[in-house]
């Protein structure tokens, strides 16, 4: 059965930093991987998707890199703002599942 | 588009009672994903449609959860009788590839 977790659980940063979060998975068979935003009281936002044969993904000042053979996820997010405060979500799949969601990384960017 | 639609955002009830919340896809997605969210255990798939049609309802906690489908624009999934360990945010999310676009969500309260 896929396990997904996501380290640190909690994160708080001055404005500006550049940062990095972490998610990792057992099994490494994966069709895709998904990070997602959470702002509190609301849905989800999908950020970036990466398929199995990527190795990462860009959109803006976040970077997404994929090392399936380490089972592991990395979210880079660069200069960051307050705006950027919310919870961070992966989540695997694999090829005919659905995807499995680890626990998420509470994220706070200080003005 | 005005996203996923979700009703009752808030619902508050008393143990025993009937719970039904529904769900409005974004139109021309084929996928409806339900979703429950507690800060036990994260975010849990509880059942998926493709096309109006059930797919995987693995997730269903117990035969007190039941969902349908009965057009591409209409969703609900019911409790009866509702339990406090149901509390939860419910999540409804519509696809049309490998991206969720997730609803605003449920809360539910149940005394």
């Known amino acids: 059965k896929q396990e997904v977790t996501q380290i640190p659980a909690a994160l708080s940063v001055p404005e500006g930093e550049n940062l990095v979060l972490n998610c990792s998975f057992t099994d490494s068979a994966i069709y895709n991987l998904q990070w997602f935003r959470q702002d509190p009281g609301k849905g989800l936002t999908s950020l970036l998707l990466i398929q199995s044969s990527q190795r990462e993904q860009t959109s803006g000042r976040l970077n997404a890199s994929l090392d399936k053979s380490s089972g592991r996820s990395t979210l880079y997010i660069a200069a960051s703002q307050p705006g950027d405060s919310a919870t961070y979500l992966c989540a695997v799949r694999r090829q005919g599942q659905n995807f499995v969601f680890g626990p998420g990384t509470r994220l706070s960017v200080l003005p | 588009d005005a996203g996923v639609i979700q009703s009752p955002r808030h619902e508050v009830t008393e143990m025993g009672q009937e719970v039904t919340l529904r769900c409005k896809p974004i139109?021309?997605?084929?996928?409806l994903f339900w979703y429950r969210q507690t800060m036990m255990r994260g975010l849990e798939l509880l059942i998926y449609?493709?096309?109006?049609?059930?797919?995987?309802d693995s997730g269903m906690p117990e035969d007190r959860f039941s969902a349908k489908m009965p057009n591409a624009s209409f969703s609900t999934l019911k409790i009866q009788p509702s339990e406090p360990r149901d509390s939860a945010v419910y999540f409804c999310?519509?696809?049309?590839?490998?991206?969720?676009?997730f609803g605003p969500g449920t809360r539910l309260l149940v005394l």
């Open positions: 449609f493709n096309n109006n049609v059930p797919i995987d």
């Open positions: 139109s021309g997605h084929d996928y």
């Open positions: 999310a519509s696809s049309a590839g490998e991206t969720q676009y």
